[in-house]
């Protein structure tokens, strides 16, 4: 099948992470069974039509589907029939004229520094008193790891045992097309992860070597395993969104708040380029802003 074959060239040609080829594979699926009525053996790529991808994502919008969704779906079809021109399996590419949808430009939400150190304290505490400590200590960890070092959730999930150094006091982090990268981890951390991998080797002995660091019942955790954890350890918090990349845009504005150099923070998220990390800066500006605003007495008066 084509979409295998392209699939296959993303894995094996290209070295995209195996989360970014499932993400692919989402959306090319969805598109060919939408288009087929239910149908993907009937998925003819070649007698697509620009019409046709363009009603599809008209169908996602009405489905509510947001601006950044649409556009990375359209991305991944862009991408598929690319590949298919390129094979000489297509004559012409659907995609071509294709105008993918704008993102909204838009200050991430973040979680206040105060507001973190409260949660991880009572994180902590509930660690010691915890009926299923499982639980309690895997939720504490991967918030921690997330908050302290910025790491994306795909990120943290794709982490094994051998990638933690407690020698060095390091983290192999591997990112968007298997780039990798190290990071320096926190004593506090390091000895949470120790005492997260003793609880975890104790309650799945079986695990297979390399050891991935997070497990779910013996299984190595899901995106959305992830994200229920990272939503309940931010219910306290004031932001609106609570996800894990809420805490990723926490981490690089409390470093940058905190006078840490935009290259360096730029090497911790792992960015390519300069110019997307340069967000956080407005982001610290917006912080500046507001507490001018609150305190002084120029900005108050009317």
């Known amino acids: 099948m084509l979409i295998d074959d392209f699939l296959d060239y993303l894995q094996y040609e290209l070295n995209r992470a195996p989360l970014t080829v499932e993400a692919y594979e989402r959306d090319i699926k969805q598109f060919a069974e939408w288009l087929t009525n239910g149908k993907p053996d009937e998925f003819s790529p ?17 489905d509510g589907n947001i601006a950044r969704t649409l556009r990375r779906k359209a991305q991944s079809l862009r991408a598929f029939f690319r590949f298919l ?6 004559i012409a590419n659907p995609t071509t004229a294709l105008t993918l949808p704008k993102i909204p430009h838009s200050l991430p939400d973040i979680v206040r520094a105060d507001e973190m150190e409260k949660i991880l304290d009572n994180q902590e505490e509930e660690v010691e008193s915890a009926e299923d400590p499982e639980t309690a200590l ?12 910025g790491l994306r959730r795909a990120e943290l999930i794709l982490l094994d045992d051998p990638d933690v150094s407690f020698s060095a006091g390091e983290i192999k982090v591997t990112g968007k097309r298997s780039k990798q990268r190290i990071v320096p981890a926190p004593v506090k951390l390091l000895e949470y992860i120790r005492e997260w ?29 992830v994200y229920s954890i990272v939503k309940n350890s931010l219910a306290p918090a004031s932001t609106r969104k609570k996800s894990p990349h809420a805490l990723r845009h926490s981490f690089a504005t409390t470093m940058l708040n905190e006078g840490a150099d935009l290259n360096s923070v730029k090497e911790f998220l792992g960015h390519s380029s300069l110019s997307t990390t340069q967000i956080y800066t407005h982001i610290s500006f917006s912080e500046m802003r507001k507490a001018y605003d609150n305190a002084h007495p120029r900005a108050r008066k009317k």
């Open 46 to 62: 070649a007698d697509v039509t620009t019409a046709d991808v363009r009603a599809w994502l008209a169908f996602l919008s009405r």
């Open 138 to 149: 895997r939720s504490l960890v991967i918030t921690e790891i997330l908050y302290s070092l």
């Open 197 to 225: 991998q003793k609880l975890r080797d104790s309650l799945w002995p079986d695990l297979e070597s390399p050891k991935p660091l997070f497990v779910v019942k013996g299984k190595r955790i899901t995106h959305s395993q």
């Open 85 to 90: 021109l390129k094979r000489r399996l297509i």
